[in-house]
């Protein structure tokens, strides 16, 4: 046995069996080492960031003694599994997961509430120089970090027990400009990390333009969305979010306040573009394309099966949709579907600057199989004068009518190919996994594969070029259920949805923001061929791996222990 491998059991086991009170600096202090900071390091912290430090509040307190609040409580029980109940709070995330049970609203009156797996502290920051005094407080102090935009991540990369949090939320800067430089010329926008894709839209229809966001209006846009790739309803006419990007500004993991461009920082820019969140710096601001405004066409069809139709009806019409969905892609539209048991809706079809008929034109050849089938269904057409219209329709009223609820998720990218050689499983594999009514399956359609679209070379996974639509699976969690009941959809996920979308879809990938979070060849599946140049490029701008979020590049190299503790797997050399 080598020493190195006993010097990954002994850290292993340290992690895993509790550590001693002084923790090792191979683990992260947590709050009850002799390592934690003392009372008067945190409040020199806070003087220094000019009293923003925040201690945290478990969000679900107000529904627990001492602080208990009937009213408060009622809202919080009412509103708990949406996304944006969320944003507010310094600390706490959607995923279930990883927000924990440890201060639940629906738990009784006198039952324990406690911080759990939330950062202990989170710095509001506003200036670059706050997070440059995070960061270095975290460094010094041997803390784990963790940066924290709206919470939506669904694989929990923005929560982290013992933490100290970098909460980027209200950070909502935004300019419109005329960029120029060797790589582009024309409109732009320059936007604080912590603004959504809803103020983003609203902003830019009002400068007669428009920009890429994320389908839910609270996605921020200059955080785990465009830095981990970013679709929109847009996207087969201007690309992924990250293929967008103009410039980023970031304080690095040094604590470095840079720009990073296709003309400087190269290597930087490159890997921000599509290579995850929370991995080589905190993004301050982005600054991305901006593209006229104009009509959109839209539509939806639902099929509305009746008694009578059988179960293999409506997945042949599921298999007719197929079919016919990389013409539309490729002709400029994008799509996202929903699968059910004996359920099917194309719920939004997205054309700019095209006409009703011209969506009528696209979507004929799946009605025509449909009426030859005999398959009943509901076909509306819109068409709005503007981006920001079409949008509000299918995704509002802004800013968050449309009800994202707590769910756990697996994900792969359906390779184009798959359509046309190999739909038959495909088709088989979205049965199989929708047969009890408990999964159901989203896809996002688009045809991101012209890279000459991108400004420059970046880390989008290479898969994305390749593919139809991203798939996800998801069951909704259950509040009412047990912690053990909703953990077990998530262990079917890895353990059997996966690894069937797997093999029907071998040579692909899959969304690093919409996957699973227990994807166990997140490496390849993620990052693929770019994966060891992102390592590489992490260790430029984070030497001293302050960044660590769940399947980010580099996590491999920390083992979580069920208390949060964060200790290295090797020891760096
Ligand atoms: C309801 C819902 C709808 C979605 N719709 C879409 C969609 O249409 N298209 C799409 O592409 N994705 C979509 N997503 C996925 C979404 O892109 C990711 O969840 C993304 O990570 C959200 O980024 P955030 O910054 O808002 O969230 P957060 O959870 O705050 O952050 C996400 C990740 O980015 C890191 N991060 C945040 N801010 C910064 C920063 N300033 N600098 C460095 N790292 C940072 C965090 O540490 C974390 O790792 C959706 C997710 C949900 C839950």
Redesign the pocket.
């Known amino acids: 046995m080598s020493i190195f491998f006993v010097l990954i059991l002994i850290v292993h086991l340290l992690c895993v069996n509790g550590l001693p009170k002084n923790a090792s600096s191979t683990c992260r202090c947590m709050p009850e080492d002799s390592c934690w900071p003392s009372n008067d390091a945190w409040t020199k912290l806070n003087s220094t960031v000019s009293g923003k430090l925040i201690a945290t509040v478990p969000l679900g307190s107000p529904c627990h003694d001492p602080g208990y609040d009937e009213e408060a409580c009622n809202i919080l029980q009412e509103t708990w599994p949406r996304?944006e109940t969320n944003f507010p709070s310094p600390y706490s995330?959607?995923a279930p997961l990883f927000q924990g049970n440890s201060c639940l609203p629906y738990t009784p009156r006198d039952s324990s509430c406690t911080i759990g797996k939330n950062a202990r502290f989170a710095i509001n920051v506003s200036t670059p120089a706050d997070i440059a005094s995070g960061l270095a407080f975290a460094q010094e102090h041997n803390l784990r970090t963790?940066?924290?935009?709206?919470?939506?991540?669904?694989l929990g990369?923005?929560a982290g027990a013992g933490a100290l949090g970098?909460w980027?939320?209200n950070?909502k800067n935004l300019d419109f400009l005329d960029y120029t430089a060797e790589y582009y010329v024309g409109p732009a926008v320059k936007l604080g990390?912590g603004i959504?894709g809803w103020e983003l839209v609203q902003a830019a229809a009002a400068q007669g333009l428009k920009v890429l966001s994320?389908?839910?209006t609270?996605?921020?846009v200059?955080?785990?969305?465009s830095?981990?790739?970013?679709?929109?309803l847009l996207s087969s006419q201007y690309g992924?979010?990250a293929d967008n990007v103009l410039e980023w500004e970031?304080v690095t993991g040094d604590g470095q306040h840079v720009t990073a461009s296709p003309t400087q920082n190269s290597d930087l820019y490159w890997a921000l573009s599509g290579g995850?969140?929370?991995?080589y710096?905190?993004?301050?601001s982005v600054t991305m394309k901006a593209w006229p405004d104009g009509p959109v066409a839209g539509a939806t069809l639902t099929l509305t099966p009746t008694n009578a139709t059988t179960d293999d009806e409506i997945w042949a019409a599921v298999k007719s949709y197929h079919t016919h969905f990389n013409s539309w892609m490729e002709a400029g539209a994008t799509s996202a579907h929903l699968a059910g048991y004996r359920s099917f809706e194309l719920f939004v079809l997205t054309w700019a600057d095209h006409t009703k008929d011209d969506v009528r034109n696209l979507l004929s050849g799946w009605q025509s199989d449909l009426d030859a089938m005999g398959m009943p269904y509901n076909l509306t057409l819109t068409l709005f004068p503007t981006w920001l219209e079409h949008y509000a329709n299918y995704f509002g009223p802004l800013p968050y009518g449309f009800p994202?609820l707590s769910k756990v998720q697996g994900g792969r990218l359906v390779p184009k190919t798959t359509l046309t050689g190999n739909l038959d499983e495909l088709i088989s594999a979205l049965r199989n996994i929708t047969q009890d009514g408990v999964f159901q399956v989203l896809g996002?359609g688009m045809d991101v594969s012209n890279t000459s679209r991108a400004v420059a070379d970046n880390a989008v996974l290479p898969a994305w070029r390749r593919s139809a639509y991203s798939m996800i699976a998801f069951a909704n969690w259950d509040f009412n259920s047990s912690w053990s009941e909703n953990v077990a959809l998530e262990d079917r996920i890895t353990n059997s949805i996966d690894p069937l979308l797997r093999s029907v879809m071998p040579d692909s990938g899959s969304?690093l923001?919409?996957a699973n979070p227990y994807q166990m060849t997140w490496k390849e599946d993620f990052y693929g061929a770019n994966y060891d140049r992102l390592r590489s490029v992490k260790t430029t701008w984070d030497p001293y791996g302050l960044f660590y979020?769940r399947t980010?590049v580099a996590s491999d190299e920390w083992i979580e222990s069920p208390d949060g503790r964060l200790c290295r797997t090797a020891v760096p050399s």
């Open positions: 996304v995330v959607f963790v940066i924290k935009n709206t919470g939506h991540d669904l990369k923005s970098i980027t939320y950070l990390a959504e994320g389908s839910c609270g996605v921020g200059a955080g785990g969305y830095q981990g790739g970013g679709h929109s992924l979010a970031v995850g969140g929370s991995t710096g905190v993004v301050f994202w996002n969304y923001n919409e979020a980010a």
